[in-house]
Nanobody, 126 residues
Framework: QLQLVESGGGLVQPGGSLRLSCAAS????????IGWFRQAPGKEREGVSC????????NYVDSVKGRFTISRDNAKNTVYLQMNSLKPEDTAVYYCAARGSGLCFRFRGSNEYDYWGQGTQVTVSS
């Protein structure tokens, strides 16, 4: 069974950090680009970041540039999203998704992705 599982979410104070993980089971992530999305209550799902299958291309939405870093460890079949300087507006359920093209063009379009995880909650609050 092909599955993506996110972990690492939680409650953090403004200015704090979290590292999210996206682990794959049932398939290897080597040939997939991986995107991170988030959805806040009452808002549409938003594409946040993407890393290509080679790791050579990394894309970010403007609101997280300089604060979030996406990376991958193919040996561990896992992709990470390091989130620093967190703000209350970063509060959302975060999802990872895999796309078989291996590339990150139109990375913010959710219909570009083939497999999705179940999400992990990130809450930034004092």
């Amino acid at each position: 069974q092909l599955q993506l599982v996110e972990s690492g979410g939680g409650l953090v104070q403004p200015g704090g950090s979290l590292r999210l993980s996206c682990a794959a089971s049932g398939f290897t992530l080597d040939y997939y680009a991986i995107g991170w999305f988030r959805q806040a209550p009452g808002k549409e799902r938003e594409g946040v970041s993407c890393i290509s299958s080679s790791g050579g291309s990394r894309n970010y939405v403007d609101s997280v540039k300089g604060r979030f870093t996406i990376s991958r460890d193919n040996a561990k079949n896992t992709v990470y999203l390091q989130m620093n300087s967190l703000k209350p507006e970063d509060t959302a359920v975060y999802y990872c998704a895999a796309r078989g093209s291996g590339l990150c063009f139109r990375f913010r379009g959710s219909n570009e992705y083939d497999y999705w995880g179940q999400g992990t909650q990130v809450t930034v609050s004092s």
